[in-house]
């Protein structure tokens, strides 16, 4: 949190500070590119941690005292009682976002159920056959198997696919996600399946990247293309 707050600040105190000149800064340079780049990332942190009412005037004037040398003008209990108070409410608004994905993804899941071809397991798992396979072996908790697939938020972002990079993985099957220990062993060989993974059968409350927020209802296209020692 602290290092986001840094990053933001650096971020907003450089567009104050070129705001106050004539003209925008040039984006010719690498370096100049690469600083915007550095500016936009540290930008949307902040914004991330809910922080979008920092004053951009204060922030660029404690800017230009640390780079001048000049005296903080507040004390060292004055900013640590403000920052206390940043991270309460940066806490306190993740606790709100994660909560109304909660409540979006009861609502997804619900409608998804309703699609003729789903299939809603105990676990609440949501799977819809594509392909069915010629194959009739199915995979143990303890077989390693060979799959191809493409995963995606339910807003349709993908944020794995080794179908993209055009190579199947081998992954053992109690190694994975609870969702898809479940799904693996339900598949035939040479199926390929719709799978929607509730939350809490992904990653819950974790977030495994940046890519993928806290509490997501995962997508995947699975291909199941063989178990490990079959043939």
């Given amino acids: 949190m602290k290092r986001n707050l840094l990053a933001a ?16 800064p040039e ?15 540290m930008g949307e942190s902040l ?11 204060a922030l660029a004037l404690g800017m230009q005292d640390a780079l001048g040398g000049t005296e903080p003008r507040l004390s060292e209990e004055e900013l640590t009682a403000a920052f206390t108070e ?32 789903v299939t809603t397991t105990a676990s609440g798992l949501q799977y819809e056959v594509i392909t069915e396979g ?11 198997v060979t799959v191809h697939y493409e995963g995606k938020l339910v807003d349709g972002t993908v944020f794995d696919s080794s179908i993209s990079r055009g190579e199947p993985v081998e992954l053992p099957v109690n ?32 977030s495994p990247s940046p890519v993928i927020p806290p509490n997501s209802v995962l997508v995947f296209e699975l291909e199941l293309l063989g178990i490990q020692g079959d043939e």
């Avoid at 600040?9 to 925008?24: F, N, P, R, W, Y």
């Avoid at 010719?28 to 500016?39: C, F, H, L, T």
């Fill in 47 to 57: 914004l991330n941690d809910g922080l979008d009412d920092i004053d951009p005037d």
């Fill in 9 to 24: 600040s650096v971020a907003l105190s450089i567009l104050t500070l070129a705001g106050c000149g004539e003209k925008e």
């Fill in 175 to 206: 190694g994975v996600i609870p969702g898809w220990v479940e799904t693996l062993q339900l598949m035939n060989v040479g199926d390929k399946w719709k799978v929607t993974i509730p939350s809490e059968l992904a990653y819950g409350a974790r």
């Fill in 134 to 144: 010629e194959g009739e072996e199915q995979p143990a908790e303890s077989d390693v």
């Fill in 86 to 117: 940043l991270q309460t409410r940066a806490e306190e608004r993740s606790t709100e976002l994660a909560e109304e994905a909660l409540s979006a993804n009861e609502d997804f899941l619900a409608e998804n159920a309703k699609r003729e071809g």
């Fill in 27 to 41: 984006l010719s340079s690498s370096i100049q590119q690469a600083s915007y780049g550095i500016g936009l990332n």
